[in-house]
């Protein structure tokens, strides 16, 4: 196809918080280089990360003015000369980090919509290096869902490496958690999902008769409550979204030996009153403390490799698509703590 001269994207306004995204007309070079790919996007996923920025509340700086937005999917239109992985029609997308190809890099992290643009926009040009087959048996919205919070998900349970695992206890109801309930209903891992919200975990327990759920509100001993629904074993990972207040707690959580606590989130803020005596509890439980930042391009490989195996469906991820122009009602709805699990922009038909 002919290289588009303009097209529309979303850029985050400035000035006082918290801000929003307005409409841009953006222009496209008119020969790609030969190692570019020009994909047109057909659906966004949002994270907790892209409306944190525009409430001062992402403890990372981000480019001003910039393109929102790194979890797309999008179909190759063109490509550079030197390109061989991807032709014309591919379903694809954008790995999160573009520094972050095996997870032994040492550059600088140039993480999507907050380092460099992002893909809030119709069309977007990238090198191969940086692009990713998704399954096929996906619809746009759910391939849309996979690049942060699918890969997040997937690297915070370890890749599935562990032993045996049983069990992982999941914070809250957003995208992450729900991404990583899916993987460990397809897996044979018991997930267990807290909220405050009796509603949304009536919701969660329609999709699988494995699935457990506390309300932490309602539960005033969750160790407690978590050792019964694992017989008195404890989980063998806990994906923490809320933050380094929760770490003592989901230490003790954990199985006797060997578990993980997966640091993915700051929901609720970037600090803690424990003192540092409390992490020594790893040792007493040979457990391991990780921090998440999202994963590498091979973490991507994989999960999509183990998406297709498994045919998993993503549609229950999917609580609600805005269409291209209503962008920034989208990012109200996530911000205000409605949804559960993932809040999606069609772009383009």
């Excluded at 992985?85 to 890099?105: T, Y």
């Excluded at 957003?174 to 949304?200: E, H, N, Q, W």
Aim: aromatic share 6%; glycine share 8%.
């Amino acid at each position: 196809m002919a290289i588009p001269e303009t097209y529309k994207a979303f850029r985050r306004t400035t000035g006082d918080l918290p801000r929003t995204i307005s409409p841009s007309t953006e222009q496209l070079p008119r020969e790609l280089g030969p190692h570019d790919v020009l994909l047109r996007i057909y659906a966004v996923s949002l994270n907790f990360r892209d409306v944190a920025m525009l409430h001062g509340r992402y403890p990372v700086d981000v480019i001003e003015r910039g393109i929102p937005c790194s979890d797309a999917a999008a179909e190759v239109a063109a490509v550079g000369s030197a390109v061989k992985d991807f032709a014309i029609g591919d379903h694809v997308s954008v790995i999160f980090d573009l520094n972050n190809l095996s997870g032994c890099d040492d550059d600088p992290s140039r993480a999507l919509g907050g380092d460099v643009d992002g893909l809030l926009r119709e069309y977007a040009i990238f090198e191969d290096k940086h692009i990713v087959q998704v399954p096929k048996h996906l619809s746009w919205e759910e391939a849309a869902t996979i690049t942060c919070a699918g890969v997040t998900a997937w690297t915070a349970l370890d890749g599935l490496k562990a032993a045996n695992p049983r069990s992982a206890l999941l914070q809250g109801t957003g995208g992450v958690s729900l991404f990583a309930l899916l993987i460990c209903l397809a897996a044979g891992i018991r997930p267990i999902i807290t909220s405050s919200s009796d509603k949304k975990l009536e919701q969660i327990r329609k999709l699988g008769s494995e699935v457990r759920t506390i309300n932490y509100r309602a539960v005033s001993d969750q160790a407690a409550e978590v050792k019964r629904i694992t017989d008195g074993k404890g989980v063998d990972f806990v994906i923490n979204n809320t933050g380094p207040a929760s770490i003592p707690r989901d230490i003790s959580f954990l199985r006797q030996r060997g578990g993980l606590v997966s640091l993915v989130g700051f929901l609720a803020g970037t600090d803690g009153d424990w003192e540092p005596s409390a992490i020594m509890a790893l040792m007493g439980k040979s457990a391991k403390l990780k921090g998440i930042g999202v994963g590498s391009k091979q973490d991507y490989v994989e999960l999509d490799r183990f998406l297709a195996e498994k045919k998993i469906s993503l549609a229950p991820l999917v609580d609600r698509v805005f269409p291209f122009d209503e962008s920034p009602a989208a990012f109200d709805y996530l911000y205000s703590g409605s949804h559960v699990g993932k809040v999606v922009i069609k772009v383009q038909d």
